[in-house]
């Protein structure tokens, strides 16, 4: 939750009585399908445990405690720190870059920085694979990963330098402490917790990554999972596996959201008054620093968009048959992105209204299962669907119904997080003066409400639309038959190296998500505390 969104709501609650009133007198029927929301989000987790139990104690432990598990978790360590050290070192020296300092030309760096989150992981694999065929293992999985991944950490660390009291660097320089020094001493401490919540994300993100690292022949949890389940039919390992992979990722979000909880207290405390930030005169520097970030957006940017040109103009030879054409897979693509994002939306308005406007314990709890589905990656989530439809709703296996549930639970805490974020700039007093004037629920809502969220609606509506099309191992899994993306047709090409024949549905999903992209950007840019 946003540090805006955290002191809005507590305004709110502490200042008017109708508040209060609000929360006595909870609405049954928003109750009720908020209940409903978070339980189906919580379907994948619990269905995985009980896939686990009823393997058995004795095959469990001897799936879990063996020493494929070992080598996989080491390899998860060993990646997550060498990547997040150098996302954190590049994410905040840009920020530093943009924020603190007079380089020419900021507006242009930071869109530049930030167009790589339009670029899928695995796409980004894929360019640098077929441009450099030897790239493999850590070094390469470290290098695509923290080419992909650094903007998650830029973009915290830049509110954050944004949101900063510049009075506190000001009084350290005037006692006579130097750039460094102030950096090290002020400005790192106020943006620590963003710095160490933009990190969390990082690491939540390469557990749920597949794509690249199968490209790179880095072994992972995810890849392992991936072969144990599709090519050894094996799902009892593929269960026990994801159970480690859960508990990395639980372990990871619940770390993230002690870092927001202590960011959002550091920022009320801080107050709300702000002055101009200290811009530092680079003059020569500033030639090195623009090289900096030539070489960074050259190559987070530079190197797959020249890659993704140079095999569109190569001939286009395979050795599989044309299954379906770019513009096929692309409406395929956009029609489910669609529905899941309606879907999302739909499954996070009831527990954003909730835990909004009639705050309590009930709609903390819902809230935060519904959240909980952000340590979960696409995999695991796909893959107890896939348990679930075989044992109990044999109908929804492989139906396109089963995979935009997939996705609407996958992507609905981006849904849930717009959804709040609008609220909490929505002022409540509207929604009483209509109900006052004897205007019944459910026309408030729809004249009232769902007009003031919809902004924030419509980014959540991008956010996941975006996040479905450039999805890839949950649409492996959920896939139905005789259906194909984008994302599918681009892998079945790219695993039979035929790289220019995959290239033009790599661009159909960059081009399809740059869109979005732009217009979360400028929702979340207004934004000043999201």
Request: charged share 10%; glycine share 6%; proline share 7%.
């Amino acid at each position: 939750m946003s540090t805006q969104t955290q002191s809005t709501t507590g305004d709110a609650a502490n200042a008017a009585p109708p508040v209060r009133a609000r929360r006595a007198h909870r609405p049954p029927l928003i109750s009720a399908l908020a209940a409903a929301a978070a339980a189906l989000a919580l379907l994948p987790l619990v269905f995985l445990c009980v896939q686990a139990a009823q393997t058995g104690w004795g095959p469990l432990s001897r799936l879990l405690f063996r020493s494929l598990t070992a080598h996989l978790l080491a390899n998860t360590v060993e990646l997550a720190l060498c990547v997040t050290a150098a996302c954190a070192v590049i994410g905040t020296a840009a920020a530093f870059a943009i924020e603190r300092t007079d380089l020419p030309l900021r507006r242009a760096w930071s869109a530049l920085i930030l167009l790589p989150l339009a670029i899928p992981d695995f796409i980004v694999g894929y360019t640098w694979s077929s441009l450099w065929p030897s790239l493999h293992g850590l070094g390469g999985a470290v290098l695509v990963m923290t080419l992909s991944l650094n903007p998650l950490v830029y973009l915290p660390v830049k509110a954050a330098l944004r949101a900063s009291d510049p009075g506190l660097e000001e009084a350290a320089r005037s006692l006579g402490l130097g750039p460094i020094a102030v950096f090290r001493k002020v400005t790192l401490h106020q943006i620590r917790p963003a710095l160490l919540g933009g990190c969390l994300m990082v690491c939540l993100a390469l557990l749920a990554e597949y794509g690249a690292f199968e490209i790179l022949r880095f072994q992972t949890f995810t890849t392992t999972i991936y072969t144990e389940f599709t090519l050894a039919f094996s799902s009892s390992a593929a269960s026990s596996l994801a159970l480690v992979l859960v508990l990395l990722g639980l372990g990871v979000l619940a770390a993230r959201h002690f870092a927001t909880e202590h960011r959002g207290r550091a920022a009320r405390a801080s107050g709300s008054a702000r002055r101009p930030p200290i811009r530092y005169r680079l003059g020569p520097r500033a030639i090195p620093v623009t090289a900096g970030c030539v070489l960074l957006t050259g190559l987070s940017l530079g190197v797959p968009i020249s890659t993704l040109v140079y095999w569109l103009t190569r001939p286009r030879v395979s050795t599989l048959p044309a299954i379906s054409t770019v513009p096929a897979a692309t409406e395929t693509t956009v029609l489910y992105a669609l529905l899941a994002a309606v879907g999302a939306t739909v499954l996070a308005l009831p527990i954003a209204l909730l835990a909004d406007r009639h705050p309590g314990w009930l709609s903390r709890i819902l809230e935060s299962v519904a959240l909980s589905v952000q340590g979960l990656p696409g995999l695991v989530i796909a893959l107890a669907l896939v348990f679930f439809s075989v044992k109990f709703a044999f109908a929804l296996y492989q139906t396109p119904l089963l995979m935009v549930l997939g996705y609407s639970i996958l992507f609905c805490p981006l849904a849930i997080v717009c959804a709040r974020a609008s609220l909490a700039h929505a002022p409540a007093r509207l929604e009483e003066a209509a109900r006052s004037l004897g205007k019944r629920p459910i026309v408030v809502l729809a004249k009232v409400t769902l007009p003031l969220m919809a902004p924030g609606l419509a980014a959540g509506l991008c956010l996941v639309f975006l996040s479905v099309v450039t999805e890839l191992t949950a649409t492996l899994i959920l896939l139905p038959t005789g259906v194909e993306t984008l994302a599918t047709q681009f892998w079945a090409y790219q695993n039979d190296q035929s790289y220019a024949a995959a290239a033009p549905y790599a661009a159909a999903i960059v081009a399809i998500a740059l869109v979005p992209s732009y217009l979360i950007g400028r929702w979340f840019d207004k934004q000043r505390g999201a």
